[in-house]
Nanobody, 119 residues
Framework: QVQLVESGGGLVQAGGSLRLSCAAS????????TGWFRRAPGKEREWIAT????????NVADSVKGRFTISRDITKNTVYLQMNNLKPEDTAVYYC????????????WGQGTQVTVSS
């Protein structure tokens, strides 16, 4: 099992920045990648970014590319989502999730952290 704990959400004005953290514990060696997702009120869950644990390779959704960056600190088993130039439409609950090496779906999810961007 893997446990994921997000932190770093909060209230920020438009144009501001936040850094979300996703700390992993448990059977870290089984993780293939970690992704960030968000769900805004009344909308479906949206994929934001993914980081591969083997080589740190990243992918970022076009909708946030240039503003959001995914990274990691191997020593802390933590994946970050740096969010710059935030907009009101970025308001959502943000989740991190991890996929096992032997899986094709995201197997572990964090509890979510609220990000609210005021105009």
């Amino acid at each position: 099992q893997v446990q994921l704990v997000e932190s770093g959400g909060g209230l920020v004005q438009a144009g501001g920045s936040l850094r979300l953290s996703c700390a992993a514990s448990g059977r870290i060696v089984t993780i293939y990648n970690t992704g960030w997702f968000r769900r805004a009120p009344g909308k479906e869950r949206e994929w934001i970014a993914t980081l591969a644990w083997s080589d740190g390779g990243t992918n970022v959704a076009d909708s946030v590319k240039g503003r959001f960056t995914i990274s990691r600190d191997i020593t802390k088993n933590t994946v970050y989502l740096q969010m710059n130039n935030l907009k009101p439409e970025d308001t959502a609950v943000y989740y991190c999730a991890s996929r096992r090496r032997d899986s094709y779906t995201y197997d572990y999810w964090g509890q979510g952290t609220q990000v609210t961007v005021s105009s």
